[in-house]
T-cell receptor, first 112, second 112 residues
């Protein structure tokens, strides 16, 4: 089975721009979670989607949003980018909530 | 607020040594505890524990959960240089709003 894929792998944007990241889960997995990883804060939960519904959201500003499509693929969007948004954004999928999550390779976002 | 604390933050050992990594937690509505290994890429899944006192083993790695004392340990015996990585502990909590809360990780360096 193919693993979780994320595109793009690397992205450089300037402050004020917006960005959309994509995640394709493992085939058959219906839950997709997004995380932000930085050296100072570690891995922090952004949101989780299941069957196109956002079921939980972490403590991030409204500039961070996401969605899930009927084929379980998910996108996250960050608007009005700030320097502090520079991070590795990881997507993870699982069969259902509370099952083990498998991570994609991440998207490295640099905001200049 | 859910909290996961790992110790030590970093550890340097020689090949062949045995190491014990610790993870303690305070969360509402505990569901599971997971261990991940992260090298220079995305975290890879090691174990998921849900029941207290039952050891999970995979080769030289093993882990056990104590739900009464709210902690888990990850043991690695006969360490090898390939074990060098960040080991992340995550706790799954919540009902329909299930999420993973990660600790900051333990950086393990195994010297030849």
């Amino acid at each position: 089975k193919a693993g979780v894929t994320q595109t793009p792998r690397y992205l450089i944007k300037t402050r004020g721009q917006q960005v959309t990241l994509s995640c394709s889960p493992i085939s058959g997995h219906r839950s997709v979670s997004w995380y932000q990883q930085t050296p100072g804060q570690g891995l922090q939960f952004l949101f989780e989607y299941f069957s196109e519904t956002q079921r939980n959201k972490g403590n991030f500003p409204g500039r961070f949003s996401g969605r899930q499509f009927s084929n379980s693929r998910s996108e996250m969007n960050v608007s009005t980018l700030e320097l502090g948004d520079s991070a590795l954004y990881l997507c993870a999928s699982s069969l259902q909530e509370s099952y083990e999550q498998y991570f994609g390779p991440g998207t490295r976002l640099t905001v200049t | 607020e859910d909290k996961v604390v790992q110790s030590p933050l970093s550890l340097v050992v020689h090949e062949g040594d045995t190491v014990t990594l610790n993870c303690s937690y305070e969360v509402t509505n505990f569901r599971s505890l997971l261990w991940y290994k992260q090298e220079k890429k995305a975290p890879t899944f090691l174990f998921m524990l849900t029941s207290s006192g039952i050891e999970k083993k995979s080769g030289r790695l093993s882990s056990i959960l104590d739900k009464k004392e709210l902690f888990s340990i990850l043991n690695i015996t006969a360490t090898q240089t390939g074990d060098s990585a960040i080991y992340l502990c995550a706790v799954g909590s919540g009902g329909s709003n299930y999420k993973l809360t990660f600790g900051k990780g333990t950086l393990l360096t195994v010297n030849p």
